[in-house]
């Protein structure tokens, strides 16, 4: 959500910083700001409302320059978004400090302070703990041991980067429960809440671990615990090639990324041609602990988590295996009774999400097997921490609505499913199928990626319109949550799933002519029941639009818009019509002018609880 960089260097930052935050846009913010130490040893602080190139624009109007400094973009949690809730925060006129995360006893400081003399300057949960920092050096204490006394006091989740003007060449950082990454280069070191915000600079990182502290200087970088006892943290290359993001000939990131899901979804197939190279994609240790899997257990959020509601269909299906889905924000406070042999599987695009992380954490030992994410971003936090890993290749990822992420995802979870499945008994002729179905893949995508048109024409239907009902039955259905998710995230129409089969039961009092009603509709063994829940639709005027198999039997009639499907193996459907039900949410939102890659209120990687 919120992105961090810093800088200690013997060369002039200011640069530096913005680049880094212009790399972090994508995650989601409403203000940003930058602190510098000048030559005379003086804080000199930017902060604007809105965009990075708000904050550019009062560089270049009234420019200063340092070697040491830090940079936000902040997304509001406590406090509205405005100038004075902007980090950075400073106390003094001394120190200056940005935040990720939530303080959670941040009242009960705040109190203190203010006894203490302290007045406050924003109604954030970040300002307490600037002062609180200031208060402890103080009484004589050097940076590093203020912050390790500031955390100390600390309930909640923080990612830290702090400058203080009696120590003009350190950035003092500190992270537990927020990801916080140190790039090393030479003469100057780096701190960021992400690594891309930093791969202009250094190819050389070191992953911060929970409850860690950092000194970074020009030429140091020293980790310790929050007691002070020092601690080595290896030195990670990244060996790829800095991938950039451009939009080329498209308008916005999000068609763009649309169009490149047939390369991603082969990508993370990688041609494997039988169950067992598959296999060695999920890494060492994979198969010993494969052969013990008797359930699976799915935690994940938003769009990752209608991955999970996909796969459960496919492994219990398919693989003849149990399967429970739940939202990891609901599952890390419940109590819970795990059936033996249960394999926990982390869904995250950025491996990053809060909530996810905290699930995997919370996890008692003994109460899995074993654990394994799916993400699509290197050594992030849940990468680092689970037992076995499955990375996706859909590439960056702007768009803060997820496409070709999800996409992704869901080829990972068929292969897992192929591979649990050969172990209880899948005939190898259904292993066959499968592969070839996930081998051709990208030509279906391809197939439905020209029907652009066709579905920019019928989006235009959904302009004038405030809200629509999503229908699916079966596997259909978390893809028509899907597709309601992605419409509500980027057009701002309101826009609800349901199980075909529930219309009756409720959502049915909602339809009429003003209530347009999207059904995800492949050839399967649940069509004809599907077919009279839309005859239910179009008995109370409800205007309906059926992405339906060509060879399912939908026609247009009045009030029926048909899309024609391709028609493709029934275990993929579900990507296929994903892709269709992303550009339709696409066009529309293009059509009612909202900001498509960055919606209002929302942000790429969810790193708050």
């Known amino acids: 959500m919120c992105g961090i960089v810093a800088a200690a260097a013997r060369r002039e930052v200011s640069e530096i910083l913005l680049e880094g935050l212009r790399r972090l846009e994508y995650r ?48 509001a949690t406590h406090g509205k978004p405005s100038r004075e809730n902007a ?28 006894e203490a003399g302290y007045a406050m ?3 954030t949960d970040t300002e307490v703990v600037v002062h609180l920092l200031h208060l402890n050096l103080q009484s004589g204490a050097t940076l590093m041991q203020s912050m390790q006394k500031t955390v100390a006091r600390l309930e909640g989740a923080y990612a830290l980067a702090a400058i203080d003007i009696e120590s003009p060449d350190t950035v003092i950082g500190a992270r ?41 200087t020009p030429t140091s970088v020293q980790v310790c615990t929050l007691a002070g006892e020092p601690v080595e943290r290896p030195t990670t290359r990244i060996k790829e090639a800095l991938e950039t993001a451009e939009l080329g000939d498209f308008d916005h990131f999000m068609i763009k990324e649309i169009f490149e899901q047939p390369r991603a979804l082969e990508a993370t197939f990688a041609g494997a041609g039988d169950v067992q190279q598959i296999e060695d994609l999920f890494g060492k240790g994979a198969s ?14 938003g769009t990752s988590y209608h991955a999970g509601m996909v796969a459960r269909y496919w ?3 398919l ?48 109460e899995f097997i074993g654990s394994l994410v799916v993400a699509n971003v290197d050594n992030s936090s849940l990468v680092r921490e689970c037992d076995l890993v499955f990375l996706t290749r859909a590439g960056i990822e702007i768009g803060v609505a997820s496409t070709k992420a999800f996409t992704t995802q869901l080829v990972a979870l068929l292969m897992l499913t192929l591979v649990l499945g050969r172990r209880r008994g899948m005939p190898e002729s259904r292993q066959a199928e499968i592969i070839d179905a996930l081998g051709n893949l990208p030509h279906y995508v391809r197939q439905t990626l020209e029907l652009n048109g066709a579905i920019q024409k019928l989006s235009e239907a959904f302009i004038p319109k405030r809200h629509a009902l999503f229908l699916g039955r079966g596997i259909q259905y978390p893809i028509a949550m899907e597709g309601a998710l ?12 349901y199980p075909a089969g529930e219309l009756k039961h409720g959502p049915l009092a909602l339809v009429d002519d003003d209530m347009p009603v999207v059904a995800v509709a492949p050839n399967d063994e649940l069509l004809e029941k599907l077919k009279s829940n839309l005859e239910e639709v179009r008995s109370r005027g409800g205007e309906l639009f059926v992405f339906a198999d060509r060879e399912a039997g939908f026609a247009d009639e009045p009030r029926v818009q048909v899309l024609p499907m391709p028609h493709c193996p029934e275990v993929i459907k579900p990507i296929v019509y994903t892709v269709a039900l992303q550009l339709l949410s696409y066009h529309v939102a293009v059509q009612k002018g909202t900001d498509v890659d960055k919606p209002r209120n929302l942000a790429k990687s969810v790193t708050v609880e």
């Open 28 to 75: 989601g913010y409403d203000s940003a700001g930058m602190a510098l130490i000048d030559d005379q040893q003086d804080l000199q602080i930017h902060k604007r409302n809105g965009k990075v190139k708000e904050l550019e624009a009062a560089q270049l109007q009234e420019p200063f320059f340092g070697s040491t400094g830090i940079a936000h973009t902040r997304w």
């Open 87 to 114: 980090h950075p925060h400073t106390s003094g006129q001394r120190v200056a400090l940005v935040h990720n995360g939530i303080i959670e006893n941040h009242a009960a400081l705040r109190r203190e302070l203010v």
């Open 121 to 123: 300057a924003s109604g």
């Open 176 to 216: 537990k429960g927020s990801p916080l990454v140190v790039g090393v280069g030479i003469g100057e070191n780096f701190l960021a809440s992400d690594q891309m915000a930093l791969r202009q600079v250094t190819d050389r990182f070191i992953y911060l671990e929970e409850g860690d502290l950092v000194e970074v």
């Open 288 to 301: 010993a602990m494969f052969d013990r899997v008797k359930n699976v257990q799915i935690v994940a959020c």
């Open 315 to 317: 492994l219990e299906e």
């Open 319 to 366: 693989a003849g295996i149990s399967c429970e889905v739940e939202v990891a924000s609901e599952f890390r406070y419940r109590k819970r009774v795990q059936h033996e042999g249960t394999l926990l599987v982390a869904i995250s695009q950025s491996g990053e999400t809060a909530d996810t992380l905290a699930a995997l954490r919370n996890a008692t030992e003994g």
């Open 486 to 497: 992605k419409l509500k995230e980027i057009s701002y129409i309101h826009a609800e799933a």
